[in-house]
């Protein structure tokens, strides 16, 4: 334990582990032994880090939310209260399948929604935004807004989080909370740089 960042005293910390400044871990939570936290996180109510699991800085993980081995979240990503993540695709009780876990990467500044389900093996796009109640079972673009069961991709959001409007004749569109530029090229949405 460390004053560098606050562990709820009815959450359990197992070591050795890392946990970097300012992250604040809340009641009923679980970081198992080998698990690495980046700084300045935020874990709420009841939820589980498996000890291979690596998460980056300014990770806001909301209540309900287990992070299995195999999963790693980049910095800026966001979990919505209750969303799934899996780690084997074909899970038998009596079959054991540990260290057959598939890997999950959630790349930076992404949002999954409450109550969504990311199936292993997947990888999710930089700023991309799931919806609540989504289910992930193929890879996701940057900036892509995914909705539905299982999940299609319907629009485009910024990285300030809005939903992109239709891109103009030249493949560009502003977002219409910060005022920056993106651009639709071969089916991939990245920021127009100045």
């Excluded at 874990?43 to 287990?66: M, R, Y």
Aim: glycine share 12%; aromatic share 8%.
């Amino acid at each position: 334990m460390s004053d560098a960042y606050f562990v709820h005293p009815t959450a359990v910390v197992d070591v050795p582990c890392e946990i970097g400044e300012g992250t604040k871990v809340w009641h009923f939570s679980h970081i198992s032994s080998g698990a690495r936290l980046g700084r300045a996180c935020n874990l709420g109510q009841n939820v589980f880090i498996a000890g291979n699991v690596v998460i980056g800085n300014n990770v806001k993980i909301q209540n309900n939310v287990s992070i299995y081995d195999g999963v790693v979240l980049e910095d800026d990503v966001f979990c919505g209260p209750s969303m799934v993540f899996t780690n084997v695709r074909n899970p038998r009780s009596h079959v054991n399948r540990r260290g057959q876990y598939s890997t999950t990467l959630v790349r930076c500044g992404a949002t999954i929604g409450a109550n969504s389900t990311v199936v292993c093996g997947t990888t999710i796009g930089r700023f991309a935004f799931i919806a609540a109640g989504a289910v992930v079972t193929h890879d996701v673009p940057d900036y892509a807004l995914v909705v539905g069961v299982p999940g299609r991709v319907v629009g485009w959001m910024s990285a300030h989080g809005e939903r992109l409007p239709p891109f103009d004749e030249n493949g560009r569109a502003r977002c219409p909370g910060s005022d920056e530029m993106y651009e639709l090229r071969e089916g991939r949405v990245a920021p127009i740089r100045a």
